[in-house]
């Protein structure tokens, strides 16, 4: 039976809204330790990448000279392309996940995350995008997940790539650095998606957190390798474009092939090397001997250098993109969009797989933001 309110009655009071769950609506917070120590550790990554870039220009800036600016140009395109195709990959495997974020929003978690490579230890990268996710309303398991499985993912896609070129063009690379194809396979069989999903119950279990709620599956797996392919055939192009000023003793689709084989050989190799940052030093020594059939020491030297502080660069290019699209559904760097997880920093930060948003028992996929389409 309703009840009839008097026109001089008050109206009751509605109900406070819930929290929006997957939305990624802005709403202030202050500054609490989650804030300051987002703040600071890009603001590390940003400084020792600065340091890489004044490093990089002192070791190239004597032997510049033997390339053309437009090569040097048309190289630098091909990098950005390369760096930038990354995100598509890590977007397929996200909304394999089930969290389907808008190109922009994206751009933004991923290549400000990536800043953080720059810091000693491949982990950082993953704490960033994990964190900057949540702004978008995208859990951390699903994040981190996401993130995890593209870093797994380009091992055996820059192996793959290397293994059909290179054997015709640079065996002598292949048997130098032998052990960065025996990781190939391994990766291929975790990544298989029954295998990945027990992996990845077993990490939530361990951790204590609720396993994902979708499964990935051999779709967006693929999507996110071919991808890294893509990249990896934009690497390729950029290297060509730096060697072939040089006067190789190769040409034509042969020195192509050893162009995109011996850059995925060395990024693999430099990979593997979890110790340093962004693989330095390996990748280089690696992209020398790989180069050896065309051109010689010193001008390979020159171009794993040159290529080294192209890759820097479109890394700085693609960060300052992500700052610059902060739209209307995220909230400022290192905020909070959900209030559970504020509580939660101090005992989650370090783990990959950290607290879901409280109370979203929905199977619905997330979307990043109101303008998600």
């Known amino acids: 039976m309703g009840q009839h309110s008097s026109p001089g009655a008050s109206a009751p009071a509605s109900p406070a809204p819930a929290p929006d769950q997957g939305s990624g609506s802005a709403r202030p917070r202050r500054r609490g330790p989650r804030w300051w120590l987002i703040r600071g550790a890009f603001l590390l990554a940003l400084g020792l990448l600065a340091v890489a870039l004044v490093s990089q220009w002192r070791d190239v800036r004597d032997s510049y000279s033997q390339l053309t600016v437009a090569s040097v140009a048309a190289a630098g395109v091909a990098t950005v392309l390369a760096v930038g195709t990354t995100v598509l990959s890590w977007r397929a495997l996200l909304a394999g996940l089930g969290a389907r974020l808008p190109l922009r929003a994206a751009v933004r978690i991923f290549f400000v995350g990536q800043i953080g490579k720059y810091i000693p230890g491949s982990v950082w990268p993953v704490l960033a995008q994990m964190e900057l996710s949540r702004d978008y309303g995208v859990s951390r398991p699903k994040a981190a997940s996401a993130s995890l499985v593209v870093l797994a993912l380009a091992v055996p896609s820059g192996g793959l790539a290397a293994a059909v070129t290179l054997p015709f063009v640079s065996a002598k690379a292949l048997a130098s650095y032998w052990w960065a194809l025996v990781a190939v396979p391994v990766f291929a069989v975790l990544l298989f998606p029954p295998v990945l999903s027990r992996l990845l119950a077993l990490a939530f279990r361990l951790l204590r957190r609720p396993p994902l709620d979708e499964p990935l599956t051999l779709r967006p797996i693929a999507a996110g390798s071919g991808w890294l392919l893509l990249s990896f055939g934009w690497y390729g192009l950029a290297t060509w474009l730096l060697v072939r000023d040089l006067e190789p003793s190769v040409g034509g689709a042969r020195l ?77 760097l290192g905020s909070a969009a959900t209030s559970e997880d504020n509580g939660a920093l101090s005992a989650d930060v370090g783990a990959p797989g950290a607290a879901v948003a409280a109370g979203n028992g929905s199977t619905e996929p997330e979307r990043g933001t109101p303008a998600h389409r």
């Open 256 to 332: 192509a092939a050893l162009c995109v084989g011996a850059y995925a050989l060395a990024w693999t190799a430099g990979f593997l090397v979890l110790v340093l940052p962004a693989g330095a030093g390996v990748r280089e020594a690696v992209l020398v001997l790989a180069l050896a059939p065309a051109i010689a020491s010193g001008p390979a030297t020159l171009v794993a250098l040159v290529a080294r502080l192209l890759a820097t660069l479109a890394d700085l290019v693609w960060a300052g993109i992500g700052v610059a699209l902060r739209g209307r559904g995220a909230l400022p």
